[in-house]
């Protein structure tokens, strides 16, 4: 009976042994002589971890789960022992003095799979060569100080680098944001998008526009395709423009007509069954020579959609 109970204490010894010898946890990294550690970042580099401390990155030095837990500064910089040993900024690893794409690299070893950052990879600041660094400070007091907020700091920041924008937003009829009442960021993702433009929105369905034109947004019993299908830079110049909601042609007639011209006209029993053409070959039922006919909103009101009408008159 004796030599069994030593029997079973010799066995839980050598299991206990082999389980501290294992591998360690999943997401937990073990670190070898060539790393420092975050501790020792902070005897020269105190106002830089003082202002990480109240920084969102501070969830990298503290949360295990990501395997950096006390090397949160090795994370970004590598390997820091011989750094912390000669001293030179030749031996550590510093993200704004690296090629864009090696900046972005080590950025999105954490941020590749959040929302707003999936699409970084294709975005048009990526394929310009804009790093993240160019936009955000890495060691920025504050939980929310690793990007401006403020209206006003953001729409520098983007203005900064696209001035012909800026110029946009100079024009008589534009979006209010040299006033600051809204921001760049509002219509744009700056880590990317399905679109060229990297806006918010590609169609009808996606927001953009209609977060804060809701009542344009459907679905409508009959739509107007370029809403539905091209989105509102269709008809409109997003930034800024010289004519009157922001169209893109000085006459409302002239941005219908970039879609509906050179239609074949219409006999007199298709007018009286109800279909309608510009036409091209005067006198179509629109003739634009008259003028009740050279302002097309006043008679299709619904350009945007209708729930009552295919021809968008109500």
């Excluded at 900024?89 to 794409?101: G, V």
Aim: charged share 20%.
């Amino acid at each position: 009976m004796h030599s069994t109970k030593s029997g079973a204490a010799i066995l839980l010894l050598l299991l206990w042994g082999a389980a501290a010898n294992a591998a360690p946890p999943a997401g937990e990294k073990k670190f070898g002589e060539e790393y420092a550690g975050s501790q020792t970042c902070q005897t020269c580099h105190e106002d830089i971890w003082n202002n990480y401390q109240k920084s969102a990155h501070t969830f990298v030095e503290t949360d295990a789960r990501g395997g950096w837990k006390d090397h949160g500064c090795e994370s970004c910089h590598g390997a820091g022992a011989k750094h912390a040993g000669s001293a030179s900024a030749e031996d550590i690893r510093n993200p704004k003095k690296l090629l864009a794409q090696q900046t972005d690299k080590i950025c999105l070893n954490c941020h590749l799979n959040t929302t707003r950052h999936s699409e970084r990879i294709q975005s048009s600041h990526m394929k310009d060569g804009v790093s993240c660094v160019a936009c955000h400070s890495i060691h920025a007091n504050g939980p929310v100080g690793l990007v401006p907020r403020a209206p006003a700091q953001v729409n520098a920041l983007c203005t900064g680098c696209h001035q012909s924008v800026k110029a946009q937003f100079a024009k008589p009829f534009r979006h209010k944001v040299p006033e600051n009442q809204m921001t760049c960021v509002d219509c744009h993702n700056p880590h990317g998008s399905v679109r060229q433009p990297m806006a918010q929105t590609f169609a009808a369905n996606e927001p953009g526009c209609f977060k804060c034109h809701g009542d344009k947004r459907g679905p409508f019993t009959f739509e107007h395709a370029p809403v539905r299908y091209e989105g509102c830079p269709t008809c409109h110049e997003a930034h800024g423009s010289t004519n009157p909601r922001m169209l893109n042609r000085h006459e409302v007639r002239l941005t219908c007509l970039e879609c509906h011209s050179n239609l074949p006209a219409l006999s007199a029993s298709s007018v009286s069954n109800g279909n309608s053409s510009a036409g091209s070959v005067p006198p179509a039922f629109h003739d634009l020579r008259s003028p009740r006919y050279q302002n097309c909103t006043v008679c299709h009101q619904k350009i945007h959609g209708s729930y009552a009408d295919r021809n968008l008159l109500r």
